[in-house]
């Protein structure tokens, strides 16, 4: 931590998808997309959001930003409270937080080409165009590793790793303070991933950037992150270090995750816990979300009480009854 | 400036201009299909604009010593039931027909463009006015709209339009929505607004050019439908009245005689279908020179 207080700091953040059937298209009940979630992201650093699909990070990073409204919460950008802000407002502070999303073609307007999609923004906020816009977007392009010759080239000419450096060039454009990086490379194959994810690294310490890096893939996490917070169902059951989370979790769902990540030594194979059943669209009215799917010695409690996230040693917070507060 | 010279550079090796519309129009012009058709619809206008010194005769005045004749060498397209010369009404018809069937779809799609893309972008209340009104416009029979019109205007064409225009924008409203809906959950239109463009932008720069591709085919398509649906306008008597030639007033009038006499309702559908076609394959052309990914 460079400077103190975190640059984003998201407390009892959530977001629900109303659910709507019967006679006159009523609400029947809500989808918790994002239920209650909290976590700060220090200057500079790289906090891991995991989960498996559905879980609802991508929710959580889209309402971070207000690309979602969320339901409730309070968002803290450089301390202030994003949700207090005017649309205007939000517009304007929305320059220091940008995306990089999953699918790098749909993230690209096809029928404009990489100069015009990244000289938008110039345009949107520098009012620069013509000669000056170009020289920018060439500069932009060079940071991303692209080359002159792309200017003129659209979308669909490009590779999925090319696509997604011309979707980094765009957001760098404005100079974010925060990005927000939705499995950025969880559609690019495996020897691109590793490019783009040098990348942003080169381009976090070059930009003093600070990551929320959304992720289901435990490898690249490990790789990119400082900090893990890891998503169940909309609630975030454990939150640690990188290195505490890969050496030492203590929520049954994190263990299970860590014990399925492939070993490269075959001599230091771990048993796996193989996990029963799958993600449902709603969770238990009462209990442990993960207590259905939970494969350690479940407590009567499990069933009936919500767990708190609770910090059992200093950085280290779990949502489990196993672990009781200190 | 070394970014800049490397641009100079890039234009001449590769020539690429930007912009879509400068763009679309180069791709346009290597489809062949998409420039005859054009080609055709210049000279049919041509035709239009200089009936008078083309048409052979006086498109109204009747001839009761010919009527109905087939094809010869001094009426070309033979004459119809009062022995006015067809050809000579087909290029007279080409003014009304082709002018009213270009305002009117233009005007509709334009409108129902306008509508579509409010309702879909903005949902909510906005989205259940114009949507409601398309309702109603499709419940209500295009006969009885036609009929309260024909009270309240003077036969014209300026009437025609109005009422064609009326009946007409709900159908591209529809289909404009359903694309907006589609196109606005893009990942690029949320990039859009990440980066600050406003509402206005993002629908003219990134919702728009991205659903437009069937509008484009239907515009080309409801051309020919408007010029026939002058024509039953005609018949209620709010339309362009005979003795006045168009295209869909020949043909309805000659399908009466079509047993005996088939020229009459032929040729005028012969020239009818043909521009329909011309106006298709240029929808086409276009449609497709404006995706950059359709190469060629």
């Not at chain 1, 900090?227 to 640690?240: C, F, N, P, Q, T």
């Not at chain 1, 499990?302 to 708190?308: L, Y």
């Not at chain 2, 305002?103 to 903005?122: D, E, H, K, S």
């Not at chain 2, 408007?226 to 306008?233: D, F, H, P, S, T």
Request: aromatic letters at 8%.
């Amino acid at each position: 931590m460079t400077n103190g207080s975190p640059l984003l700091e998201v407390r009892h953040l959530k977001k629900y998808f109303p659910i709507r059937g019967g006679f006159l298209n009523r609400r029947v009940g809500d989808l918790k997309a994002v239920d209650d979630v909290s976590f700060s992201v220090p200057r500079g650093k790289t906090l891991g959001l995991v989960g498996e699909s559905g879980s609802g990070k991508t929710t959580a990073g889209k309402c971070v930003i207000r690309l979602i409204e969320p339901t409730a919460g309070e968002i803290y950008f450089d301390g202030v409270d994003l949700m207090t802000l005017s649309d205007r407002e939000m517009r304007r502070r929305r320059l220091d937080m940008q995306m990089i999303y999953q699918s790098p073609a749909a993230s690209l307007n096809g029928r404009m080409t990489i100069g015009q999609i990244i000289a938008e923004p110039l345009w949107i906020h520098e009012r620069l165009r013509g000669r000056q816009a170009k020289e920018r977007v060439m500069e932009l392009l060079h940071v991303v590793g692209l080359k002159d010759e792309h200017y003129y080239r659209y979308p669909h000419e490009f590779s999925g790793g090319q696509q997604q450096r011309v979707g980094i060039a765009r957001a760098l454009a404005v100079n974010p303070r925060l990005l927000v990086l939705d499995e950025p490379t969880s559609a690019l194959d495996v020897s691109v991933q590793a490019q783009v994810l040098n990348l942003l690294q080169r381009l976090q310490d070059e930009f003093e950037l600070t990551f929320l890096f959304i992720s289901h893939d435990l490898g690249v996490v490990r790789h990119m992150c400082d900090d893990v917070a890891l998503m169940y169902m909309g609630v975030i059951v454990e939150v640690a270090d990188f290195e505490t989370i890969f050496e030492e979790p203590k929520h049954p769902y994190t263990q299970a995750l860590i014990s399925a990540i492939p070993e490269i030594d075959p001599a230091a194979s771990r048993e796996e816990i193989v996990l029963q059943g799958e993600l449902s669209a709603r969770q238990p009215v009462q209990g442990c979300p993960f207590a259905p799917r939970c494969p350690a010695n479940k407590l009567d409690i499990c069933e009936t009480i919500r767990p708190e996230l609770v910090e059992i040693q200093e950085g280290h917070q779990v949502a489990c009854h196993l672990y009781p507060a200190p | 400036m070394v970014a800049d010279t490397n641009i100079q550079v890039l234009r001449e090796t590769q020539g690429r201009p930007t912009g879509l519309w400068r763009d679309a129009m180069r791709r346009m012009a290597r489809n062949r299909a998409a420039v005859a058709s054009a080609i055709f619809l210049a000279l049919l206008i041509l035709v239009a604009v200089f009936a008078p010194w083309i048409a052979p005769y006086d498109p109204t005045a009747p001839d009761f010593a010919h009527i109905r004749e087939a094809p010869s060498a001094a009426h070309l397209l033979g004459t119809d039931e009062v022995g006015r010369d067809i050809l000579s009404r087909i290029i007279y018809g080409a003014r009304i027909s082709l002018y009213v069937g270009i305002v009117v779809q233009t005007a509709t799609t334009a409108l129902g463009v306008m509508l579509g893309l409010a309702a879909g972008y903005f949902g909510g209340l906005p989205d259940i006015i114009i949507m409601r009104m398309v309702d109603i416009m499709y419940a209500f029979p295009n006969f009885l709209f036609a009929v309260f019109m024909v009270s309240l205007l003077k036969p014209d064409t300026t009437s025609v339009i109005l009422t064609l225009t009326l009946a007409g924008w709900p159908f591209p409203a529809r289909l404009m929505r359903g694309q907006v809906l589609s196109v606005k959950q893009q990942d690029y239109v949320l990039a859009a607004r990440a980066i600050g463009t406003n509402d206005l932008q993002i629908m003219l720069r990134h919702v728009l050019p991205n659903a437009l591709s069937p509008i484009i085919i239907q515009y080309t398509l409801g051309i020919a439908g408007v010029i026939m649906a002058e024509a039953g306008l005609s018949f209620l008597g709010i339309g362009i009245r005979p003795p006045t030639p168009t295209w869909g007033g020949m043909i309805t009038k000659g399908r009466e005689y079509f047993r005996s006499s088939p020229h009459l309702a032929i040729y005028p559908s012969i020239v009818l279908g043909l521009t329909m076609l011309a106006f298709n394959f240029l929808g086409d052309g276009l449609r497709d020179a404006l995706d950059p990914r359709m190469k060629r």
